[in-house]
């Protein structure tokens, strides 16, 4: 290894390489609703089914999650672009994402997001802090879309895009 090179500088390299699906992960608490589009997430179990999703501490979704409950993921189509623009550069802080988009509450208010090819929602069951990110873990107990997956949104397909807060 090149004695300039730092071993974080490799790993940025490495996790730059990897592609992952990209998120929008929305919530609610008393009459507040946020949403943000999100890089760091996985399944983390598979019996019982768990999913970790990992929220920037600097943005509005993550100050109202630690205060919810619940949480919906939504995976984005390779045709959902303007809503990941929506999620991921506009602050909740400064606009109602929720206006600019079609959604429906499910069953405890949390928002889902029409015409996304998939989501799941559930419970948060554990929460962990991992730096800048805290990761929320979800327990799904409701879903929809399983067999309308096709190719997803990822990290690559919105590298140009403004965060509404910085990393």
């Not at 939504?74 to 802080?93: E, M, V």
């Not at 997001?113 to 989501?119: D, I, N, Q, R, T």
Request: net charge negative; charged share 20%; glycine share 10%.
């Amino acid at each position: 290894m090149d004695p300039d090179v730092q071993p974080t500088d490799e790993f940025a390299r490495i996790a730059a390489a990897s592609d992952s699906p990209m998120f929008i992960v929305t919530t609610c608490h008393d009459e507040e609703r946020a949403g943000c589009l999100v890089g760091f997430g996985c399944q983390a179990s598979i019996a019982p089914a768990r999913f970790l999703v990992c929220l920037s501490d600097k943005n509005r979704t993550f100050r109202l999650a630690r205060h919810a409950s619940r949480l919906a993921v939504h995976l984005l189509g390779t045709d959902q672009y303007r809503l990941a623009r929506l999620f991921g550069s506009c602050t909740g802080d400064e606009v109602d994402k929720f206006g600019a988009c079609s959604w429906r509450p499910d069953a405890h208010g949390v928002p889902i997001l029409a015409g996304v090819p998939a989501w799941f929602a559930g419970p948060i069951t554990a929460v962990t802090g991992f730096g800048d990110h805290t990761g929320f873990v979800v327990t799904p107990d409701s879903a929809a879309g399983a067999d309308r997956i096709a190719p997803l949104l990822t990290m690559h397909d919105v590298l140009g895009l403004d965060p509404g807060h910085p990393a």
